[in-house]
C-alpha cells in the first residue's frame, strides 16, 4: 500500500505565529479587563444579602415614626423595632439603630469578598413622608 502524500494548495496555509500571538495577547487584554469587573460584581451582589437586611428594620422605623410623635424614640427593642444583631448572620456582621437619629447602621462580615463596608440609613420625616439617607463605606466603594 502506498502512503498519498499531502497536497497544499497554493495560496492556503495556516495562522502565522505573529497571528496568534495577537490573538492570545488579545484574550489577555480582555482577560485583564473582566477579572476585576467580575470580582466587583461579585463583592456587590454578596452586599446585597446586607442591604436586604435592612428591611425588617426600615419597616419598624417607618410604623414607629409614623405612628407617634415626630421625633420618638425608636430605638432597637422598643416600639415594634428588632432588637440589635451583635454576632454575625450570614453576611451581615453587625446591625444597629441609633437611639437619637433613629439611623441604621449595618456592617458587613470581613471575609468572602467583603471588608466590613458599612450601610448607614438616616430617615427623616418629611410631608407625611419618611424618605432614607443612603451613607457609610459602601457608597464609596460603589456597593449600595
Same mark, same amino acid.
Given at each position: 500500500?502506498?502512503? !498519498?502524500?499531502?497536497?497544499?494548495? $497554493?495560496?492556503?496555509?495556516?495562522?502565522? +505565529?505573529?497571528?496568534?500571538?495577537? &490573538? &492570545?495577547?488579545?484574550?489577555?487584554?480582555?482577560?485583564?479587563?473582566?477579572? $476585576?469587573?467580575?470580582? %466587583?460584581?461579585?463583592?456587590?451582589? !454578596?452586599? #446585597?444579602? =446586607?442591604? *436586604?437586611?435592612?428591611?425588617?428594620? !426600615? +419597616?419598624?422605623?417607618?410604623?414607629?415614626?409614623?405612628? *407617634?410623635?415626630?421625633?420618638?424614640?425608636? !430605638?432597637?427593642?422598643?416600639? @415594634? =423595632?428588632?432588637?440589635?444583631?451583635?454576632?454575625?448572620?450570614?453576611? =451581615?456582621?453587625?446591625?444597629? &439603630?441609633?437611639? #437619637?437619629?433613629?439611623?441604621?447602621?449595618?456592617?458587613?462580615? %470581613?471575609?468572602?469578598?467583603? %471588608? @466590613?463596608?458599612?450601610?448607614? +440609613?438616616?430617615?427623616?420625616?418629611?410631608?407625611?413622608?419618611?424618605?432614607?439617607? #443612603?451613607? @457609610?463605606?459602601? &457608597?464609596?466603594?460603589?456597593?449600595?
Amino acid at each position: 500500500m502506498m502512503m !498519498k502524500q499531502m497536497q497544499t494548495r $497554493p495560496g492556503q496555509s495556516g495562522f502565522t +505565529l505573529i497571528e496568534l500571538l495577537i &490573538v &492570545v495577547a488579545i484574550i489577555g487584554i480582555l482577560a485583564a479587563i473582566a477579572v $476585576p469587573q467580575y470580582q %466587583s460584581y461579585t463583592a456587590r451582589a !454578596k452586599f #446585597t444579602e =446586607v442591604v *436586604n437586611a435592612a428591611a425588617p428594620f !426600615k +419597616l419598624a422605623i417607618s410604623a414607629c415614626l409614623q405612628g *407617634n410623635a415626630v421625633g420618638a424614640t425608636c !430605638k432597637d427593642g422598643v416600639n @415594634g =423595632v428588632p432588637a440589635e444583631i451583635a454576632s454575625a448572620i450570614g453576611r =451581615v456582621a453587625t446591625i444597629t &439603630v441609633d437611639d #437619637t437619629s433613629n439611623a441604621i447602621t449595618l456592617t458587613a462580615i %470581613s471575609t468572602g469578598g467583603l %471588608s @466590613g463596608q458599612t450601610l448607614i +440609613l438616616t430617615p427623616t420625616v418629611a410631608n407625611n413622608a419618611i424618605t432614607w439617607a #443612603t451613607t @457609610g463605606t459602601c &457608597v464609596a466603594a460603589g456597593m449600595c
